[in-house]
């Protein structure tokens, strides 16, 4: 048995299982209490072909979706855990600025089942931090889910694979022009890790996907040195069209 397993018990006796979103009891440690796993807005089908947007019920399968049809993404396909709303904010703000770590296995859990796809031999690749900003949240979020994602599907963890070589500000609220100034030049492979990536099947994880500005900086720099094929994984995909309505 494992040791975790073993200690779960006297874990639980010392520290009660509570819902990391409302506080309820729970019985055990691992997630969400019923009422705030169905304010979770999962993606499903039909979806675009390309991107996984979800799309409407009356459309066929392989259609794809007005942006894409504008201009085709480079990535491989996306796979988003949840739709971005009021309850996976929330976690996402626990895990990332209020430091849960914690809350890493069941948000990458989420993840990963829409990565069945993925087998031994894909490399999973973390959005990179600048090392300043490191230094100040102490973690990168986006290796702590890449590496759950990374023990799910049995994939190798490719945590330096990237890196970043600026700091960049934060893109909310500017438009495309001046998100790509801001990543020009900023994500690049890392040299010592370059031979790795040729011919390589990788998933690019984040928590967050926004305007894609940043995930897709990181798909051009690992397409440029050969990787055959990258989807962007996240937790939380911003998509406020798709949410249902109230």
Not at 36 to 49: D, K, N, R, T
Not at 234 to 240: I, P, Q, S
């Given at each position: ?167 960049t500000p934060t893109l909310g609220g500017l438009g495309r022009k001046a998100r790509s100034r801001a990543l020009s030049g900023a994500i690049a492979v890392d040299r010592k890790r370059a031979g790795q990536i040729k011919g390589a099947r990788v998933v690019l994880v984040d928590d967050v996907l926004t305007s894609g500005a940043t995930s897709e900086a990181c798909v051009s720099a690992l397409k440029r040195a050969g990787a055959e ?18």
């Open positions: 048995m494992p040791l975790a397993e073993t200690f779960a018990p006297v874990v639980d006796l010392i520290f009660p299982p509570r819902c990391p979103l409302c506080g309820e009891g729970l019985s055990a440690q691992v997630g969400l209490c019923a009422t705030c796993w169905s304010e979770l807005v999962i993606p499903g089908e039909p979806a675009c072909a390309l991107c996984q947007r979800p799309m409407g019920d009356s459309v066929d399968t392989g259609a794809v979706c007005a942006p894409c049809l504008t201009e085709a993404p480079r990535h491989d396909g996306i796979a988003a855990g949840t739709l971005y709303n009021a309850a996976s904010r929330r976690l996402v703000l626990a895990f990332k600025h209020g430091q849960r770590i914690a809350l890493a296995p069941m948000m990458a859990r989420l993840m990963a089942t829409k990565l069945s796809f993925v087998e031994p031999g894909w490399l999973i690749v973390p959005v990179p931090l600048h090392r300043w900003r490191l230094w100040r949240r102490g973690f990168n979020q986006a290796a702590l889910l890449g590496r759950e994602i990374a023990r799910a599907r049995g994939a190798t963890l490719a945590v330096d694979m990237l890196e970043r070589r600026k700091p094929r990258v989807v962007v994984a996240c937790f939380a995909r911003v998509l406020d069209e798709a949410l249902p309505t109230a």
